[in-house]
């Protein structure tokens, strides 16, 4: 079946660092890839979307690759916050889809 | 702009019960899809409308169903409830129906089956 997968470990990192997150799909060619940003008790929120066609997208500190070959996108947020320890899913769509598939998230804490 | 709105935020309900769950998408979105999240995953689809039809289904029984009305708002269906329908139901809107527009999401209803 389709699958996004994300390391179900959390990952801590020091105040300033970068922070690397990484999105695998299985059975499956996304067009898009997406990434959305989810705090405790609230929904998800859009913050990347990148194209298969894409290497790489750049939004402020934040920024996404898309590589077919290894069928895999990688989440980076630099010079990291606290105030970006978060949940952060991955997910991906196809070009005439109605579908949107989600990872399980993984889990940030950024330690002052 | 007026962001996705669910009512009600926390419901507990008795397995076997009915429950219907509702959502306001934002201004300008055309397109709504329900989404529910058991505790520590991701979330997963149920189904699509698209201008007040169902327009695609996730992995999810008949007894879950949903309705799109005129001004876009949606609600969900849910009957004969059974436990591992406890979760986080999400609503989506976007302003088209492909795969490149982005899922503007609610805060979700926490369902609880007891």
């Known amino acids: 079946s389709q699958k996004i997968e994300q390391n179900s470990e959390a990952l801590n990192i020091q105040e300033g660092k970068t922070a690397t997150l990484t999105c695998n799909y299985t059975n499956y060619s996304p067009a898009y890839l997406q990434w959305y940003r989810q705090d405790p008790g609230r929904g998800p929120v859009f913050l990347l979307l990148i194209r298969e066609n894409e290497k790489e997208k750049r939004k402020e500190r934040l920024k996404v690759t898309f590589d077919t070959t290894l069928k895999q996108s990688l989440f980076h947020i630099t010079a990291s916050q606290p105030a970006d320890s978060a949940t952060y899913l991955c997910?991906?769509?196809?070009?005439?889809?109605?579908?949107?598939?989600f990872g399980a998230g993984t889990r940030l804490f950024v330690k002052a | 702009e007026t962001g996705v709105t669910q009512s009600p935020t926390h419901l507990i309900k008795t397995r076997g019960q009915q429950v219907t769950l509702r959502c306001s998408s934002q201004s300008g979105h055309n397109t709504v899809s329900w989404y529910q999240q058991a505790l520590g995953q991701g979330p997963q689809f149920i189904f699509q409308?698209?201008?007040?039809?169902?327009?695609g289904r996730g992995n999810f029984p008949p007894r879950f169903s949903g309705l799109q009305f005129p001004n876009y708002s949606s609600e969900l269906n849910v009957n004969a409830l059974e436990l591992d329908d406890s979760a986080l139901y999400l609503c989506?809107?976007?302003?088209?129906?492909?795969?490149?527009?982005?899922?503007?999401f609610g805060n979700g209803t926490r369902l609880t089956v007891t």
């Open positions: 997910a991906g769509s196809t070009r005439g889809g109605f579908k949107t598939i």
């Open positions: 989506a809107s976007s302003s088209e129906d492909r795969g490149n527009s982005p899922l503007h």
């Open positions: 409308y698209y201008r007040e039809e169902e327009n």
